[in-house]
Each structure stands twice: as structure tokens, then as C-alpha cells.
């Protein structure tokens, strides 16, 4: 059974970082495409990025690039999510999602099949 355990959410100012982990259970990460998406209260899902871990392509929402990263650790089973310079509009409930298809865009992360329960992120001015 796909299990995702998010963690590292928190109150963080404005401008401040944080790194989000995602521990995998009951799969090879190996053979999965891994993801985050982000919900804010009132909105939609926003697909953020995605991670390809059998050919090692990354996605990227454009307006994200340069502030925030994805990473795994297969030794680990965990996938990461760096956030830079983070924005009061960065504040949301993260997830990470994985799927055994590949994920072409950052468009797709909401659209996995698997997903576990989100981690707060809430910016602060």
C-alpha cells in the first residue's frame, strides 16, 4: 500500500525558508513519479512540481522557479520540497503525491493517484 507522510510545515515569516519532507512507504520511490501541490483556504489545487525518478526529469511551476526545489533521497524513501523567499500567498496546506505514471508538468501533481495528508505552511508578514 502507497503511504506519504508529509512533514516540516510551520509559521515562518515572510522572506524566511523551509523544506517540506514527504516520507514514502509500501513502494520503490524508483519506479514512481513523486510530486507536491498545495491547496490555500477557499482555492483549488496548484500543482507545484514533480519529480521523474526513473529518467531523473523535475517540473517545475514557472512562477515557482528559483525559489522553490524538489529532491529525494532514495536511501531514505523521502521526497522534498526547498522553499526560498517564501510570500504570504505561499501560506496553504502542502501535499505530496506520487503515481507509477510519469508526470509530464507540474500541472499533474494534484491528479496522482496517491496521496497523504498535508502539512501547514503558514507565512507571516
Known amino acids: 500500500e502507497v503511504q506519504l507522510q508529509a512533514s516540516g510545515g510551520g509559521l515562518v515569516q515572510a522572506g524566511g525558508s523551509l523544506r517540506l519532507s514527504c516520507a514514502a512507504s509500501?513502494?520503490?520511490?524508483?519506479?514512481?513519479?513523486l510530486g507536491w501541490f498545495r491547496q490555500a483556504p477557499g482555492k483549488g489545487r496548484e500543482g507545484l512540481s514533480c519529480?521523474?525518478?526513473?529518467?531523473?526529469?523535475?517540473k517545475i511551476l514557472d512562477a515557482l522557479k528559483g525559489r522553490f526545489t524538489i529532491s529525494s533521497d532514495d536511501a531514505k524513501s523521502t521526497v522534498y520540497l526547498q522553499m526560498n523567499s517564501l510570500k504570504l500567498e505561499d501560506s496553504a496546506v502542502y501535499y505530496c503525491?506520487?503515481?507509477?505514471?510519469?508526470?509530464?508538468?507540474?500541472?499533474?501533481?494534484?491528479?496522482?493517484?496517491?496521496w497523504g495528508q498535508g502539512t501547514l505552511v503558514t507565512v507571516s508578514s
Open positions: 509500501g513502494f520503490t520511490i524508483d519506479d514512481y513519479s
Open positions: 503525491a506520487a503515481d507509477s505514471d510519469p508526470c509530464y508538468s507540474a500541472y499533474d501533481t494534484p491528479h496522482m493517484r496517491s
Open positions: 519529480t521523474n525518478r526513473r529518467n531523473g526529469r523535475t
